[in-house]
């Protein structure tokens, strides 16, 4: 290794604000200096960088299996159709993955990590930037950018208008022993402050707004309301510091729910239009006002958000028992199995008479189908989501629905265990399929079950979520602060002007970015452009005169009145004298230019 590339690996320290990593010494290390060492590795930025791809990879199951946070029918319907991947799912955590244990952990030591890193180059960032650029070397003729040509100009005056020239150009500069040291690109390094900030800004929102937010969920069939108190919920999920008191005070109703799909072509039965138009409120005696929403365009009320997530169909039905009594009536929502509606349902009746005036209770299974179609392989099912053809097929039981045990059940399941089906003449279970305006008589002159019509029903999300906002400003910086330190380039260019002893002046200058590129070169032979066709302009009958159109970079110059960048190497001991000392104005490694912490 020559000693130009000790000295600039060595003044590397100097724009760089990675903190310093001394290898420990001595056979032991001892507790202190394990704890040492570990603290290290995890705040530096391989270790960051790993942990950031694994938070990134440990999200993917969050995106492929259902979450209980999302939607709990979708986990009960995969717990109830995969049972032996379900109990290895629920051992693994990944029903809820962003609040298990390993995401957690990942999720704090990526945290602790970025803190660790971020705040000692913070501070040294914040030095360098009160820190003047630092003298000329020796030898520019050196540096792998530079560019020289005599000129009949004083010295001062060469001086003065490279200090003028490069503050045009947005350059720090300083004047010292005969030549200007310019300095730029100091937002290379903001960009990546900006960035692993914006990381800890996210990071502490997402933490924000998990502890501190509440989701509920709600389905309102058409023409119904909803209050957002704590009991109107179907169900309702909070962080562990929310207080339910603090839950907006709104409600509205479900005026009419809108639907439309494709009807032909190879995208037949797709979605086109989902629209809920409600009437909503806010406080208890708030005017009335009116409101569409849509999918991904939720209502917004205080801090809370309605949206729109799913939506059915609920059959009407009345239910007259033995005695000939109404003893239910009312649309019972059924949840779509498929893409063209297929659905189903359970119509239970608690309070039932029989012929012979006996109580007893009533539970129909059903299955709707918007647009009915039947076949050898499927049963009946629907063909269309829309309701060209509405067919209700139930099977009727009778005996003991479980729900005066106190038990919680599932609205939209039968617990048929204490319940007997009815039969047919034929020894069957009973079943019936009813167009609208049909009824399901049951035996022995038990009752009559009416399908009247259908409504529409819509489920709707209320969330409040702190620290949104803030999620999508850090977003945004992270985005703006790698921008920045991919684009820009720190670099340094220094301009000397010293007599020749011959009546001229000899102007050097050079530059020097942290990694290699083209923009060098190109970006001193403006300045020597600029310099020489003004203020130092190359002395008559010299032959010496940057070969450098002001906005080109130079190709070829002669020997000694040159501009040189892009492949030309520094000679060994280029960056000072021999009997200098430590250069500390020396750059440091253009090779080096991987971000670090």
Known sequence: MSNVDVDERAAGAQLSTTPAEEPPSGPALGV???????????????????????????????????QTSVDEFAVAGFKRDNPTLASVYDALQLFDVYSSVWFSAIYLLLFVSLIGCIVPRTWQFTGQLRARPPRAPRRLDRMPAYATWRTEADPEQVLDAARTVLRGKRFRTAAGDGAVSAEKGYLREAGNLVFHLALIVMLVAFAVGQMWKVEGGKLIVQGDGFSNTLTQYDDIRAGTLYDFDDLDTFGFTLDEFHAAFERSGPQKGTPREFRAD????????????????????????????????????????????????????????????????????????????????????????????????????????STFPELDYPVLSLSAYHGDLGVDAGLPQNVYQLDDRKMEPFEDEDGDILREALRPGESLELPDGGGTLTFERVERWASFQVSQKPASGWALGGALAAIAGLAGSLFLQRRRVWVRARPDGAGHTVVELAGLGRSESARVPEELGRIAGTLAGHAA??????????????????????DEARVRGGDAAPAPDAGRDPDDGPDPASPEDPADDRPRS
């Not at 391989?46 to 199951?61: F, G, K, N, Q």
């Not at 302009?537 to 190709?555: K, R």
Request: hydrophobic share 40%.
């Open 278 to 381: 409600v009437t909503y409120w806010e406080g208890a005696d708030g005017p009335e006002r009116e409101a569409s929403i849509e999918v991904n365009h939720p209502l917004t009320v205080g801090d809370s958000k309605v949206y729109l997530i799913g939506h059915g169909y609920a059959p009407v039905v009345t239910v007259e028992d033995g005695q000939g009594d109404l003893v239910y009536r009312g649309p019972v929502p059924f949840l779509p199995q498929d893409e063209n509606g297929t659905a189903q349902g359970v119509v239970k009746v608690t309070d039932y008479r029989d012929a012979r005036g006996e109580r007893d209770q009533l539970g129909f299974v059903g299955l709707f189908t918007p647009t009915f179609g039947l076949d050898a392989v499927r049963g009946p099912h």
């Open 537 to 558: 302009p190359p002395a008559p009958g010299t032959d010496e005169a940057p070969d450098q159109a002001p906005d080109e970079a130079p190709d070829e110059a002669p």
């Open 32 to 66: 202190t200096g394990w704890l040492r060492w570990m603290w290290r590795q995890l705040t530096s930025m391989r270790i960051a960088l790993v942990l950031l791809l694994l938070l990134a990879l440990a999200a993917v199951p969050g995106s492929l299996v259902p």
